[in-house]
């Protein structure tokens, strides 16, 4: 196990830099397109005395992008919620097993999401969007691209656990949008 991580190491790193990269873009460029199309509205409502009813539709698409790219950029930086203090309460041979036994727990979820977003598209297909008819699966690909980036970070962290027990799984966080 030790000497396929320290062969992937590099490969992993580039994944997790690189996806850590275009998920912080995504999310930055999702946020603003969520302004520009808030604004917009508001501006027309203010001034001509009349709203749009296309942008709840790209604001509610932008939203889901933020909210799975910043699921995806919590899950690189090993950033998931814990209990510590009810941890600590068990036993030191469960406590050595819980971080793999909840990266097993985090991986089946996502893979069983990423399995039913893929197995919801042909059924989405057939529906449309109210105003602006745009197909109702592109609120599905936020949740596909979500899972899939997860599962494949959760992967490498596992790895990275089994093989260094002694090691934090993160090695090289992505790097923040500004600096």
């Known amino acids: 196990m030790r000497n396929f991580v320290d062969r992937s190491d590099r490969f992993f790193d580039i994944y997790l830099k690189t ?9 930055l460029f999702m946020f603003c397109v969520m ?8 501006f027309i409502r203010s001034v001509f005395d009349r709203g749009t009813m296309w942008h709840h ?15 995806g950029l919590l899950s690189k930086e090993d950033g998931f919620i814990r209990v510590e203090f009810v941890v600590e309460q068990f036993p030191k041979r469960f406590q ?12 089946t979820f996502h893979f069983s999401m990423l399995v039913l977003s893929i197995s919801t598209y042909k059924m989405v297909s057939y529906f449309r969007t109210m105003y602006l008819e745009w197909p109702e699966y592109l609120m ?9 980036d997860i599962v494949v970070t959760e992967t490498i962290f596992l790895l990275r656990t089994l093989a260094y027990p002694d ?13």
């Open 19 to 27: 996806s850590g990269f275009l998920l912080n873009w995504i999310a």
């Open 35 to 42: 302004l520009g199309v808030n604004s917009y509205n508001i």
């Open 57 to 71: 539709e790209i604001s509610i698409m932008a939203a889901f992008w933020i909210y799975f790219a910043a699921y």
């Open 96 to 107: 050595q097993w819980n971080p793999i036994m909840v990266r097993l727990v985090t991986i």
């Open 140 to 148: 599905y690909i936020p949740l596909t691209v979500g899972a899939f």
């Open 167 to 179: 090691r934090p799984p993160v090695i090289a966080p992505p790097p923040p949008i500004a600096s």
